[in-house]
């Protein structure tokens, strides 16, 4: 059986992702998370103290960014402004990943492998992962399925991009990923287990130095 074919056998589990509602605050949050990834615009110009609370840092950190050439800005009148996509670049450059965002990133260059193969064959699978997860997803999840459906119908580096990226969209995006069953069981833990490996590699030389 081709990859292709062992896709359309995809478990219950990797298809039918509910989102339960917790309540009025919690759909709010989602929302915010949602408009604050899709919807703003890079060429914004932010204040000092804004791009601090981007940063979750102090404003003096990114005036002595400004000062010392790390963060290019404008001058109007006596302030300074910076462009939102410069302080998102430097977030996603600084941000660390909890240990399930590093593990779902990893899984996702495996998956964009698969894509590569065979672009054709891992849309359909996607489209019809989203069709079944459309089904049965509520509230603030169904927006990234539509940004899923964007995606897909959209250039390919684009969407690998999307994916694989570090940033708030992309954690969302790979939470809400319709290409389940592009790995087996097996390639999946093949990919976790040198994940797992690196990772405690990493962690020894942190240790070390």
Known sequence: MTWVGYNHKIRNIDIYIVFLGFGCSVFGMR?????TATMTDPEEQLSTGEAAKLLNSSRQHVVDLC???????????KHR??????????????????TDQQRSLWLAYAVSGRIVADPDGARMVARDNL??????????????????????SGPLDVMLGAYTS??????????????????????????????RRMRNEIMRGSTAS
């Not at 929302?31 to 408009?35: G, I, Y």
């Not at 000062?67 to 009148?77: A, H, P, Q, S």
């Not at 049965?136 to 459906?149: D, M, N």
Request: proline content about 1%; charged content about 30%.
């Open 31 to 35: 929302s915010a998370v949602f408009e």
């Open 67 to 77: 000062t010392k050439g790390l963060l290019n800005f404008t001058t109007v009148g």
């Open 81 to 98: 402004r910076v462009r939102r996509g410069d302080i998102e670049a430097l977030r996603q450059r600084t941000e660390r990943l909890t």
């Open 131 to 152: 069709a079944k997860m459309e089904s049965v997803t509520r509230g603030s999840a169904a927006q990234w399925l539509h940004e899923w459906e964007k995606l897909l």
């Open 166 to 195: 570090r940033d708030l969209k992309g954690r969302e995006l790979r939470q809400n990923s319709p290409f389940g069953g592009l790995l087996s069981d097996e390639e999946r833990t093949t990919v976790l287990s040198h994940w």
